[in-house]
C-alpha cells in the first residue's frame, strides 16, 4: 500500500524553479516532512512542517525552498526555488501521525526524480 503519493519531479536548468507535491492516502498526519537521497549519498533531511504550519529546513536549501500544506492538511508541497546542480536527487515524501519533532517516519512515497541540469 503507498500511503504517499508524489509528483512534480522533472528536469529543470540551474536557477530554474520546480514544485513538488504529496498527496496523502485517505489521510491526514501531523507532520510531514521531505527527504532526498542523490546518487551515491546517504538519504537527506529537506524540509518538515508541523501541523500548527511550523516549519524547519536544512541548511542546505533554506531561503530557496518552502514546504506548505494545504487547508485540508492532507497534501504537502514543496516549492524549490533557486535550483542547483546539487539539488538532483530522489525527493522522498515522509509522514508521521507524531508531533514535530519526530525522529523516526513509518510513512513513506515512492519517491520522484529532480534532475538539475548546469
Known amino acids: 500500500q503507498v500511503q504517499l503519493v508524489e509528483s512534480g519531479g522533472g528536469l529543470v536548468q540551474a536557477g530554474g524553479s520546480l514544485r513538488l507535491s504529496c498527496a496523502a492516502a485517505?489521510?491526514?498526519?501531523?507532520?510531514m516532512a521531505w527527504f532526498r537521497q542523490a546518487p551515491g549519498k546517504e538519504r537527506e533531511f529537506v524540509a518538515t512542517?508541523?501541523?500548527?504550519?511550523?516549519?524547519a529546513y536544512a541548511d542546505s536549501v533554506k531561503g530557496r525552498f518552502t514546504i506548505s500544506r494545504d487547508s485540508a492538511k492532507s497534501t504537502v508541497y514543496l516549492q524549490m526555488n533557486s535550483l542547483k546542480p546539487d539539488d538532483t536527487a530522489i525527493y522522498y515524501c515522509?509522514?508521521?501521525?507524531?508531533?514535530?519533532?519526530?525522529?523516526?517516519?513509518?510513512?513513506w512515497g515512492q519517491g520522484t526524480q529532480v534532475t538539475v541540469s548546469s
Open positions: 485517505g489521510r491526514t498526519f501531523s507532520t
Open positions: 515522509a509522514a508521521s501521525p507524531k508531533i514535530r519533532p519526530v525522529s523516526e517516519w513509518p510513512y
Open positions: 512542517i508541523g501541523w500548527s504550519g511550523s516549519t
